[in-house]
């Protein structure tokens, strides 16, 4: 199993056949789930005691397992927030993956840790942050929303000097359900400060909340996010940014989704006062066009970070003892993949313009579509797309027809298009994220809906 002999040689070329084929798949087809009862009589039991033939499990997957799994990458799939790797991002996990990189360390993987971080300051750049910013790459906004919350509270504590019955976070009626989870994990309570007419959480609303409050002492940060999940809106970054700063406390940016958008030169200016917050992350693995699974978690000063989260233990000593730069100190987990490595090399390949032009194709086919429904004498937009999520209404529809239509559209292979509530009502709602998505697959949605 650990040299590489004839049984390798066969396994590598089943293996990196399928990858080149699967990459070059065009279109990509969507696909899509079975049932458990299905599955089980199509693949059965795959692993045995003695072990398969390599082009059999391979064949396997291929045939029977990859097609009950939605394409992510489809210029289809549009619900969630979708993927859109490039080639090249794609290509390098593979080379990720052969290279058996540790990126827990400065010690175990300096090289890539090096090229990491020149990924992370792209970004940091995009946003503004100063030259002392750093930060790690983590599995997904989820992992980065608690680890910068984390450091967040514990900052407040260390500052502060003394702990209130319960810490407090501030966020916005539209944060990410990751918000409300790392709260709870991190036993904090939220003060849920609502929106002003544009669905945004903005700078006064959030002085007068902090005004109204009985116990104002006990909020350690804020949340604002950069791009809502649901509706693709961008709070009031510079108006909470001055709120903050006058009642200190942290200022966390969630951008999960829509902070890639400090690449396009056409919004740029929505993301003003991001350059002001503590901490904010970016999901490669959404809008910058990298495999699964990326974070990009970045802090004003990290060393905050760092006291916060670097692990102690004797078997770590050797790791502490000078100032090495660890990424395992920066958030909540030691053992890392090296996973930012997949957007370094697409970066260093492609350059940062190319990103910015794909992201900017990718604004217009969203502007593109909300024409289209605007123009449409069947479907009515809901709000203008501030990025690439679009809200639109069916009138007459009643839930059930929303259900059925999009279960249709899954089964017909025309798209995943999940409905959602929006100020109640079901809607529906569709993300474009890739830059290659064609036009004409807008008039196709939407002629399924007349
Ligand atoms: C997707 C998303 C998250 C969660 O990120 P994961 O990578 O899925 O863990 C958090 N916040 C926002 C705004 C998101 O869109």
């Known amino acids: 199993m650990h040299t590489f002999d004839d049984l390798t040689q066969r396994i590598a070329t089943a293996c990196l056949d399928y990858a080149i084929e699967r990459l070059r798949m065009d279109p990509v087809t969507l696909d899509g789930p079975l049932p458990l009862a299905a599955l089980r009589e199509r693949a059965g039991t795959t692993i045995t005691r003695e072990g398969r033939e390599p082009e059999d499990v391979v064949r396997e997957f291929v045939d ?106 501030a966020v916005g009626e539209q944060a990410h359900s990751s918000i409300a989870s790392a709260l709870r994990l991190l036993d904090v309570d939220a003060l849920v400060v609502p929106s002003d007419d544009q669905d945004r959480l903005t700078g006064p609303a959030l002085r007068e909340a902090l005004a109204a409050d009985a116990d104002p002492s006990s909020i350690c940060a804020v949340v604002a996010t950069s791009g809502t999940t649901n509706a693709g809106i961008i709070d009031d970054l510079a108006g909470i940014a001055t709120a903050t700063r006058e009642a200190g406390i942290w200022f966390h940016v969630d951008g999960a989704y829509g902070a890639a958008a400090l690449l396009a030169p056409s919004v740029r200016a929505r993301f003003a006062g991001i350059e002001h917050a503590d901490s904010f992350l970016v999901d490669p693995h959404k809008w910058l066009f990298a495999p699964f699974d990326s974070c990009a978690l970045l802090y004003r000063e990290p060393a905050r970070a760092k006291a916060v989260h670097a692990q102690e233990a004797s078997y770590l000593d050797a790791i502490h003892g000078g100032d090495d730069w660890n990424p395992a100190d920066y958030a909540f987990h030691l053992t890392r993949r090296t996973r930012g490595l997949p957007l370094w090399f697409s970066l260093a390949v492609h350059g940062i313009d190319a990103y910015s032009d794909a992201i900017e194709r990718t604004l217009a086919i969203a502007r593109h579509a909300a024409a289209r429904i605007d123009a449409a004498p069947h479907v009515e937009l809901l709000r203008d797309p501030e990025l690439t999520v679009v809200l639109f209404r069916r009138p007459g529809w009643t839930e059930a027809d929303y259900t059925s239509w999009s279960d249709g559209l899954l089964r017909e292979q025309v798209a995943l298009c999940l409905p959602t509530r929006w100020k109640g009502e079901m809607v529906a709602r569709a993300v474009f994220l890739h830059p290659e998505c064609p036009e004409s697959f807008i008039d196709e949605l939407l002629a399924t809906m007349a």
Do not use: H, M
């Open 64 to 169: 029977v397992l990859a097609p009950a799994c939605i394409s992510t990458d489809s210029t289809r799939f549009i619900s969630f927030i979708p993927a859109a790797p490039t080639k090249a991002a794609l290509l390098f996990d593979l080379v990720v993956g052969a290279s058996s990189v540790c990126g827990t360390s400065w010690l175990e993987g300096a090289g890539a840790v090096y090229a990491e971080n020149q990924a992370l300051r792209v970004l940091a750049d995009a946003a503004g942050f100063p030259a002392g910013a750093g930060g790690c790459f983590v599995s997904g906004g989820s992992i980065g929303n608690l680890s910068a919350l984390a450091v967040a509270r514990d900052s407040a504590a260390a500052a502060r000097g003394s702990r209130p019955a319960r810490w407090r976070v």
